[in-house]
């Protein structure tokens, strides 16, 4: 089992994490300073080709898109999901409003994978 810290990079790396998660608010870029273990893993999340741009200068290994299916502000659907993951070299998951109903759309796309509560309720 993996253990990964939220917004903070610098205490995972403390507390010797396997990684750590940079949310699509912070933009910081100061983590790239400190000295990093090799198998250190980056995770971000993005919900538009700008935040994706961000995440790529931020050196993450993956970034989650959101929202692929649940309606909310940050909706994208899945041809937009398939359009703007394109524009990235980076290993991309799929996030938001996940179901079996849905789960066979995501697997058509470049997604390493899924994320989401709804699916495992």
Do not use: C, W
């Not at 933009?27 to 080709?49: D, P, Q």
């Not at 394109?86 to 079996?100: D, E, P, T």
């Amino acid at each position: 089992m993996k253990f990964y810290l939220s917004n903070n990079i610098k205490l995972s790396i403390k507390l010797n994490l396997d990684g750590a998660y940079i949310p699509s608010f912070n933009k910081n870029f100061k983590h790239l300073s400190y000295e990093i273990k090799r198998n250190f893993i980056l995770l971000g999340s993005a919900h538009n080709l700008k935040e994706i741009k961000i995440k790529e200068k931020q050196m993450v290994n993956e970034i989650f898109i959101s929202s692929v299916f649940k309606n909310n502000k940050n909706y994208l659907g899945i041809n937009k999901f398939k359009l703007i993951s394109n524009f990235s070299k980076k290993k991309i998951v799929a996030l938001g409003g996940i179901s079996k109903q849905n789960i066979k759309l995501v697997l058509l796309t470049n997604s390493i994978g899924y994320a989401g509560i709804s699916y495992f309720m």
